[in-house]
C-alpha cells in the first residue's frame, strides 16, 4: 500500500477555472459516470455532492433520482457561480463549504465526491466521518485521481524543485503520495463499517490540437504552481514544462496524443 495521503500536498486554493476545467468535459465526465454506476442505493432523500465543481454532474444527479435532494458543496467561488445555473429550486442547490470540515445536519443517504480528494491530505481520516454521516442503507462514492507518479506530475515536480525556482514551488511540487492505493481506500471503508467495492481503471485519453497535456493540467496540477509566479515566469515555466511533456506524451502519426490517466474509485454501502 502507498503511504497514507500526507500531510503536504497539492493547494486546492489557488482559483479554479471552470471554462478550462470543461475543455475535457467529456473525459473528466465518464469517471463520475463509472463511479455512480455502481452505487446501489434505490432512492435517497439526501444526496450531497463534495466538492462539487462547475455543478453539471452534481446536476445530473437528479436525473436518476427525481425525488431526491441535492446539495453540491465547494470552496471555490468560481466554480460555485457556475454552478449556480444548474440549481433547480427544492431540488438542487449549492453551498459554499470545505469538504474537510462539513458536516451534515442529520444523516445522508448518498455522499459523492468525484475527483477532489487528491486536493485534501489526509482525506482518510475524512472518510471515515463521512462513513459516520450515513442513513442505513446509505452509500459512500469517491473517485481520486492515481497519477501522481505519472510523467505529467513527477516532470512538474522536478521542475518546481529545479534550481531555477530556488524553493520558490518546493511547496506546489506534487507529491506522489497524495492518494492511498486501492488497497488502502478498501481498508478504510471496511474499518468505518462499510460494504466496500474498490477498484482502479487506466482510461488512455486521445486528445488532440497542439500541445494537449498541457492543456489538460493546465486546470489541475499546474494551476497552483503558475498562481505563483508573475506572469513571464509562468510563461518560462509553462515552455519548459511543455517541452519535456512533449517528449514523455508524443503526437502521434495522426496527431492525436494520448495521455493514460489512472483513477481509484472507492464505493462502501452502509448495510445497517
Ligand atoms: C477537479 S474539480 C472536480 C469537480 C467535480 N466534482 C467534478 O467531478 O467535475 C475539484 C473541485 O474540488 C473543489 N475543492 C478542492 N478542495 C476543496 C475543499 N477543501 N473544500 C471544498 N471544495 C474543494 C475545487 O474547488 C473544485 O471545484
Known amino acids: 500500500m502507498a503511504a497514507a495521503a500526507g500531510a503536504r500536498g497539492i493547494p486546492g486554493s489557488a482559483a479554479w477555472d471552470p471554462g478550462t476545467y470543461l475543455r ?39 436525473e436518476r433520482w427525481p425525488a431526491a435532494r441535492i446539495t453540491g458543496v465547494d470552496s471555490s467561488p468560481e466554480m460555485l457561480a457556475a454552478a449556480a445555473a444548474h440549481a433547480v429550486p427544492g431540488r438542487v442547490d449549492f453551498v459554499a463549504g470545505d469538504v474537510r470540515t462539513w458536516a451534515p445536519g442529520g444523516p445522508v443517504d448518498l455522499l459523492v465526491s468525484n475527483a477532489v ?39 512538474l515536480a522536478e521542475l518546481c524543485r529545479s534550481a531555477r525556482w530556488g524553493g520558490r514551488l518546493d511547496a506546489v511540487a506534487p507529491v506522489p503520495d497524495a492518494v492511498l492505493d486501492p488497497a488502502g481506500y478498501l481498508d478504510v471503508l471496511t474499518g468505518a463499517g462499510l460494504v466496500p467495492d474498490v477498484w482502479e481503471t487506466t482510461y488512455l485519453h486521445v486528445l488532440s490540437g497542439p500541445d494537449p497535456v498541457l492543456g489538460w493540467v493546465r486546470s489541475t496540477v499546474l494551476r497552483p504552481v503558475l498562481a505563483l509566479l508573475a506572469a513571464t515566469e509562468a510563461a518560462e515555466l509553462t515552455a519548459d514544462y511543455a517541452a519535456v511533456l512533449r517528449r514523455s506524451y508524443p503526437s502521434r502519426p495522426d496527431g492525436t496524443t494520448v495521455l493514460p490517466f489512472r483513477r481509484i474509485f472507492a464505493v462502501g454501502h452502509r448495510t445497517v
Open 24 to 62: 475535457f468535459g467529456d473525459e473528466r465526465s465518464r469517471p463520475f459516470a463509472d463511479l455512480l454506476a455502481r452505487v446501489r442505493v434505490v432512492a435517497p432523500r439526501t444526496v450531497v455532492d463534495l466538492g462539487c465543481g462547475e455543478g453539471a454532474l452534481t446536476a445530473s444527479l437528479a
Open 117 to 155: 480528494l487528491h486536493w485534501v491530505p489526509g482525506h482518510d481520516r475524512l472518510l471515515g466521518r463521512w462513513a459516520a454521516a450515513l442513513a442505513a442503507g446509505g452509500a459512500l462514492a469517491v473517485q481520486v485521481a492515481g497519477n501522481f507518479r505519472a510523467p505529467t506530475h513527477a516532470l
